[in-house]
């Protein structure tokens, strides 16, 4: 068992939050628990995005069931332990099972008592952490994380995935003036990729002619590193980096279910978040990052189509991952003329999502920024739809919990 590096007590910690852009790395785990809760909740756990790199397995028997296995056979790389056990027998299963621990194996207990001086007293005998029960599965695989959290991992970035409900729904529109928001208004660094290789319009959208840097960046997979990227990506503004698709129409592009891995792992590892534009199509590749990425928004048109395809991302997004928070829904075009339309609250509530932003019709407005290849920041900052983009921004870059800052950012952008 190796020792625990940190001085946090469990009631001094502050409660684990989702780990959002965490991706813990490969390890094995054995989950050795006593009550069904804290079982299930290592069972869902395994299952987790986060997770996926993991190797886990979960059985019932606490301590005394690790110890009999580990006798003759390797550990793993984490054992996870419940025990409802008083203190004497509890450091003495401890010891027992040091005994057959390879060195690397760390151990988390849970326990059923929030006492602190346990808590030393476990820390002391090489214990990495102990959390009481019941767990969750958000608070499992934030404990998880925060032990195998490498020392740059405080600058882990944040992936935020953009999708329409249909074509032209505005989803592209909505991404680059949020990524242009946060950029401005919000002050935090912003990469914004666009994914849509053929038909794609960042560089149209920010009057910018620059080279392919997205089609590079998959050309250059197995060899794309920090360095690289920077080189790929065209600076807008000191904040706001861009890597766009080809100017002209290429080959066919057959994009693999894996294509944008490397890209995804190298942003989300820088400090920055990074804006992902994709285009409506659902395709594996589409799915995965969809999966993937740490925040999803998604903007629909206010008609029964929009609604319908939402509702059937909305089950996929829920299915393939259950612990993560719903996603940003964004209403574009209402009060397009003569269009019959879903009332915004009505719409929500259909599909029970609360409204992120809602974002009225205006030909003139967005039809003017875009043929000057501006953002609704730059040509009107003070209109609604440029508020709406920064409220949004900042609801991406700041946390739920620091609620402080948060008020803070508010404030500002009321100015
Ligand atoms: N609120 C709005 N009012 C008027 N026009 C808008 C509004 N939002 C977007 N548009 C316009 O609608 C068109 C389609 O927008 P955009 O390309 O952002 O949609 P998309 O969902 O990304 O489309 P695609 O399916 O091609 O990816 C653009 O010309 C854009 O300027
Ligand atoms: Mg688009």
């Known amino acids: 068992m190796s020792p625990k590096p940190e001085d946090s007590t469990p009631a001094s910690r502050p409660s684990e939050t989702a780990p959002g852009s965490i991706v813990i790395p490969q390890i094995t785990i054995g989950a050795f628990c006593e009550t069904s809760g804290v079982a299930n909740a290592a069972g869902a756990a395994a299952s987790?995005?986060?997770?996926?790199?993991?190797?886990?397995?979960?059985?019932?028997?606490?301590?005394?069931?690790?110890?009999?296995?580990?006798?003759?056979?390797?550990?793993?790389?984490?054992?996870?332990a419940e025990s409802?056990?008083?203190?004497?027998?509890?450091?003495?299963?401890?010891?027992?099972?040091?005994?057959?621990?390879?060195?690397?194996?760390?151990?988390?207990?849970?326990?059923?008592?929030n006492d602190v001086t346990l808590f030393r007293d476990l820390l002391e005998r090489g214990v990495s952490d102990y959390v009481v029960a019941p767990v969750d599965v958000v608070g499992l695989v934030g404990t998880i994380a925060r032990l195998y959290r490498e020392s740059g991992a405080q600058r882990l970035g944040k992936l935020c995935a953009f999708i329409g409900t249909r074509g032209g729904a505005g989803s592209s529109t909505v991404a680059h003036n949020t990524a242009f928001a946060i950029a401005g208004e919000v002050g935090r660094d912003v990469l914004l990729a666009d994914l849509d290789?053929?038909?794609?319009?960042v560089g149209l959208d920010f009057n910018i002619e620059a080279p392919h840097g997205i089609l590079d960046a998959i050309?250059?997979?197995?060899?794309?590193?920090?360095?690289?990227?920077?080189?790929?990506?065209t600076m807008r503004t000191e904040r706001l980096n861009l890597l766009t698709p080809p100017l002209a129409l290429g080959g066919a592009y057959d994009l693999r279910e894996t294509e944008f891995d490397e890209l995804a792992e190298l942003a989300r590892s820088s400090a920055r978040l990074t804006v992902l534009d994709l285009p409506h199509m659902w395709t594996s590749w589409v799915r995965r990052r969809l999966i993937d990425a740490d925040e999803v928004v998604?903007?629909?048109?206010?008609?029964?189509?929009?609604?319908?395809?939402?509702?059937?991302?909305?089950?996929?997004l829920k299915n393939a991952r259950p612990h993560d928070a719903p996603p940003k829904l964004v209403l574009n075009q209402i009060g397009l003329p003569k269009r019959a339309e879903i009332k915004p609250a009505a719409f929500a509530?259909?599909?029970?999502?609360?409204?992120?932003?809602?974002?009225?019709?205006?030909?003139?407005?967005?039809?003017?920024?875009?043929?000057?290849?501006?953002?609704?920041?730059?040509?009107?900052?003070?209109?609604?739809?440029?508020r709406a983009f920064a409220e949004l921004g900042l609801g991406l870059v700041v946390a739920r919990e620091a609620k402080v800052e948060r008020r803070g950012l508010k404030r500002l952008l009321k100015r």
């Open 84 to 113: 409802s056990a008083d203190e004497a027998t509890l450091f003495g299963q401890l010891e027992a099972l040091a005994e057959h621990c390879l060195t690397s194996t760390r151990v988390l207990v849970v326990g059923h008592r």
């Open 219 to 233: 050309h250059e997979a197995g060899r794309l590193d920090d360095v690289l990227l920077d080189r790929l990506m």
């Open 349 to 386: 509530e259909a599909v029970g999502l609360q409204l992120q932003a809602e974002i009225a019709f205006d030909a003139k407005l967005f039809g003017g920024a875009a043929n000057n290849g501006q953002m609704i920041g730059e040509v009107a900052p003070r209109s609604s739809p440029a």
């Open 197 to 201: 290789l053929p038909f794609g319009t």
């Open 48 to 80: 987790d995005r986060r997770m996926q790199r993991t190797r886990m397995s979960v059985q019932m028997g606490g301590l005394p069931a690790a110890i009999e296995l580990y006798r003759s056979s390797p550990t793993p790389n984490l054992i996870i």
């Open 298 to 316: 998604i903007t629909a048109t206010p008609d029964l189509a929009s609604m319908r395809n939402l509702k059937g991302i909305l089950e996929f």
